[in-house]
């Protein structure tokens, strides 16, 4: 059974190849009631638009590169972030009948075959997230000139639109709980230091103790379960005497409750713990986990507007959402 055409269609809805090809590419130049004959023609004809053709005149691809700089096994593991954010992109991008291209880049190798891909023209925009230190990604695309946004604030001084949640005063708002209910010693497992989310949570934990009188504990994890465990053992080690720590994500700070049991610290008679990111594993963990809210979805809505904006030639300025304290039995 042969594939309806463009011309098909067109004899079907009584107009020309032309206008009807302008009604297929989304043109605005039609009247209304030829445009609904076209529309019409398409639905009786089952016509589905040659996606090549249609991008030689449209000069789009209505795909959108997330470039995610981590390896496989960080990305399909057991940390939500990703798969929240890749299908919170995928559902926002639906609306505007734009489809997300998955692209890993977590090598230099990886780097230049998405680097290849997307100066081939292969994509009409790309989204950034979990970028570590001097990336050579966003100043790389930038000069590409195709329209890039970033999920968080780049750690690199490059002019890219991006959407962030407020690290520092989520971490600080974390540990000012600690605080108030009187805990001394507290303490911070970290994440890595090669990533602004890492960096801002750490800066928000200082400034309180600064503001406090206490002194700062540090270890630092890679925002995995395993990390949080050694570095709360670590921690343990150098100050049995602790009695609070703020963990920068949720997962790590599953770990370091598993640490805590097996050490037979009493979570919170003994040691206070608060998390970050507001995973729903948090309101399982025993005891549930209060933590710091990271308002994943709305960020990434977020993002994906820049990116629209950035497509109709708008001005695009980051945005930054607020985060919210979440009070549960581990403090």
Same mark, same amino acid.
């Given at each position: 059974? &042969?594939?309806? +055409? $463009? ?13 009807? @090809? ?6 605005? +130049? ?14 009786? $004809? ?13 000069? &789009? ?24 954010? %890749? ?18 880049? #977590? ?5 230049? &075959? ?13 989204? $950034? ?9 966003? #100043? ?9 946004? @970033?999920?968080?604030?780049? *750690? ?6 991006? *959407? ?21 010693? %507290? ?39 395993? @990390? ?28 370091? $409750? ?23 594993? *948090?309101?399982? +963990?025993?005891?549930?986990?209060? +933590?710091?809210?990271?308002?994943? %979805? ?34």
């Amino acid at each position: 059974m &042969r594939r309806p +055409t $463009l011309e098909a269609v067109a004899a079907r809805a009584g107009v020309s190849r032309a206008t009807a @090809s302008r009604v297929v590419n989304g043109q605005t +130049t039609v009247a209304p009631q030829i445009r609904d004959a076209v529309l019409r023609a398409i639905d009786e $004809l089952g016509y589905v638009p040659n996606s090549a053709a249609r991008s030689l005149v449209t000069q &789009r691809t209505d795909s959108i590169a997330l470039v995610v700089s981590e390896p496989p096994t960080r990305v399909f593991s057991e940390d939500p972030l990703f798969s929240t954010v %890749i299908r919170s992109a995928s559902l926002e991008l639906e609306t505007v009948n734009k489809q997300v291209v998955l692209m890993l880049a #977590s090598s230099a190798k990886s780097h230049a &075959r998405v680097e290849r891909y997307i100066a081939g023209g292969h994509v009409d925009g790309v989204m $950034l997230i979990s970028m570590h230190g001097a990336d050579p990604l966003p #100043s790389a695309l930038s000069r590409l000139r195709v329209p890039v946004v @970033s999920y968080g604030r780049p *750690a690199v001084p490059v002019d890219i639109p991006y *959407a962030d949640n407020d690290n520092v005063g989520g971490a600080e708002a974390a540990v000012r709980h600690l605080v108030e209910q009187g805990r001394r010693r %507290i303490a911070t497992i970290a994440g890595p230091q090669d990533m602004i989310g890492g960096q801002d949570r750490l800066t928000g934990y200082r400034n309180v103790l600064r503001d406090s009188d206490r002194r700062s504990i540090v270890a630092v994890g890679d925002f995995t379960r395993e @990390s949080g465990a050694v570095a709360m053992r670590q921690l343990l080690g150098d100050d049995p005497q602790l009695d609070a720590v703020f963990v920068a994500n949720d997962l790590m700070a599953v770990g370091a $409750l598993q640490s805590l049991r097996q050490a037979g610290r009493r979570v919170p008679d003994d040691v206070a713990l608060v998390g970050f990111d507001d995973i729903e594993a *948090a309101k399982y +963990t025993e005891p549930p986990l209060t +933590t710091i809210r990271h308002p994943v %979805i709305e960020q990434t809505a977020a993002m994906v507007r820049l990116l629209l904006d950035l497509f109709e030639g708008l001005p695009a300025e980051p945005v930054v959402l607020p985060t919210e304290l979440v009070i549960r039995e581990s403090t």
